[in-house]
């Protein structure tokens, strides 16, 4: 088992005895929330169909990873482990129906999930009235960061804002780049993401050069190349999805711009 393999099989294995923990307080006999003699029942959301697939794809393929090998190595104090997964659709309303109904009505000990942060802001509320633990499925927005409003969330990957001190330091301490240019989506994701490199920019005296723009699934990011051949960046920090950065390179590349 590689390393990234098991600190993902040892994290999630710790969430699920938390939650089991949670789960017990406060029963007064019977079964605990989310447990039979055979299965721990969790909960994961995230966009599983849409423009936000990849995200709920790379979820879904890291958690049964992580499940296939604690069940194959006994599960958790005998019990294995059983996933029950919603798709959002990316939809905030559609999330937060999802976990509502999969605390209260299947019984889940946690939740993994969502994958976009406005679909985890909208289900945090619910999440901390119902003290269920909750594994962030990789947002990246700074708000999340909250132990005081979100008690029962952990993070497993770098905010928004330590994500764009970190290139924006690279391109421009490291590497001497001062023509910098952005590119992101017109989401949430990419609003946020500009505004933080936009400000550890500013702390450096800079502006971006370009703020070049596309919509998420966008198939032909032709014009959006030709924008940042135009402007001469000495690099281009791009704050996109990865299918999305593929395209803008293949387009890059068609215009003879590598």
């Known amino acids: 088992m590689?390393?990234?393999?098991?600190?993902?099989?040892?994290?999630?294995g710790t969430l699920f005895c938390i939650a089991l923990l949670f789960a017990g307080c406060g029963q007064?006999?019977?079964q605990s929330q989310g447990e039979s003699k055979k299965?721990?029942?969790?909960?994961?959301?995230?966009?599983?169909?849409?423009p936000s697939a990849q995200l709920g794809a790379n979820l879904r393929q890291g958690v049964d990873l992580a499940v296939e090998e604690i069940n194959a190595a006994g599960g958790i104090n005998g019990r294995m482990i059983k996933v029950i997964y919603r798709d959002d659709e990316a939809d905030p309303t559609k999330s937060l129906n999802a976990v509502q109904e999969l605390i209260t009505k299947e019984k889940v000990v946690a939740i993994i999930g969502p994958v976009n942060t406005t679909c985890a802001l909208a289900v945090q509320p619910f999440i901390s009235q119902s003290k269920i633990p909750n594994i962030n499925g990789g947002c990246t927005g700074t708000e999340l960061i909250d132990p005081q409003k979100y008690p029962y969330t952990f993070?497993?990957?770098?905010?928004n804002r330590d994500q764009a001190e970190g290139m924006v330091n690279y391109a421009v301490n490291d590497r001497g780049w001062k023509r910098v240019a952005i590119v992101?989506?017109?989401t949430a994701l990419g609003v946020g993401g500009a505004a933080d490199m936009k400000y550890f920019l500013s702390r450096l005296g800079l502006s971006p050069v370009a703020e070049v723009t596309y919509t998420v699934g966008e198939q032909d990011l032709t014009a959006q190349a030709l924008a940042l051949k135009e402007a001469k960046p000495d690099v281009a920090l791009f704050w996109t999805l990865g299918?999305?950065?593929a395209r803008l390179m293949k387009a890059l590349q068609k215009i003879d711009y590598l």
């Not at 993070?155 to 905010?159: A, C, H, S, V």
Request: hydrophobic fraction near 40%; proline fraction near 0%; charged fraction near 25%.
């Open 2 to 12: 590689s390393k990234k393999k098991h600190s993902l099989t040892v994290f999630l």
């Open 28 to 30: 007064k006999s019977g």
């Open 39 to 50: 299965e721990i029942l969790v909960g994961a959301v995230g966009a599983m169909t849409g």
């Open 155 to 159: 993070r497993t990957i770098l905010n």
């Open 184 to 186: 992101r989506d017109t």
């Open 243 to 245: 299918v999305d950065g």
